[in-house]
């Protein structure tokens, strides 16, 4: 492992609350394993107790559901308002920690840690280099933010994706590909779809 990658938090984003599931989706199984703590391990596997997971809607539950303890717990108490309040809560916790935060989501369960190393190792170490993922056309998380952009991901509110980083004039996009990451669980079928 390089110096650069010692500087490096992933944030796993598992506080929304799954209105299209019907119910709490990151506590629920995939091959018995919930889908947050899928994803945490993915990230620990890569960034070891550098793991912010940010948590909001049942809480409790999908704290029980990660059993782990990999990293830092954090909640976003503005959940409801969308994604964009937890890019930045993560984001606040991460600044002047880290050189990069590599931000992903509880709900794509075939991103596995693998993937998370090319991303990381694709990165230049520039204040201003971002390193998406690369599946079904677009470009999407898993997604590596470098420093340089902490503050715009601090910024974000509402249902405010980080998506429009990407054609920022003051940073550079490189991809990575991985097919699987265009598989999410957004609704039971997507997870019968899987099963």
């Known amino acids: 492992m390089t110096d650069r990658q010692h500087v490096i938090f992933a944030a796993v984003l598992a506080a929304g609350c799954s209105s299209r599931f019907g119910s709490t989706k990151q506590?629920?199984?995939l091959d018995g394993v919930p889908l947050v703590r899928r994803a945490v391990a993915a990230a620990a596997e890569v960034c070891r107790?550098?793991?912010?997971?940010v948590l909001g809607h049942d809480a409790s539950i999908v704290l029980e559901?990660?059993?782990?303890?990999s990293g830092f717990v954090v909640l976003n108490e503005d959940y409801r308002s969308g994604m964009g309040s937890?890019?930045?809560t993560a984001a606040r916790v991460c600044h002047g920690n880290s050189g990069a935060l590599l931000l992903?989501?509880?709900d794509q369960p075939l991103v596995a840690a693998e993937h998370l190393r090319k991303l990381i190792d694709s990165w230049s170490g520039s204040d201003n280099e971002i390193v998406a993922t690369a599946y079904a056309g677009t470009q999407g998380p898993p997604v590596l933010f470098p420093s340089g952009a902490y503050q715009a991901l601090r910024s974000m509110t509402g249902d405010q994706?980080?998506?429009?980083?990407?054609?920022d004039s003051r940073f550079s996009l490189k991809t990575v590909r991985c097919e699987a990451a265009a598989i999410d669980i957004d609704t039971p079928a997507d997870l019968a779809a899987l099963e």
Do not use: H, K
């Not at 107790?49 to 997971?53: D, I």
């Not at 559901?65 to 303890?69: F, G, I, L, V």
């Open 86 to 88: 937890s890019i930045a």
């Open 27 to 29: 506590a629920v199984d």
């Open 65 to 69: 559901a990660m059993e782990s303890r």
């Open 104 to 106: 992903l989501l509880s």
């Open 49 to 53: 107790n550098r793991v912010v997971t």
């Open 161 to 167: 994706g980080a998506r429009a980083l990407f054609n």
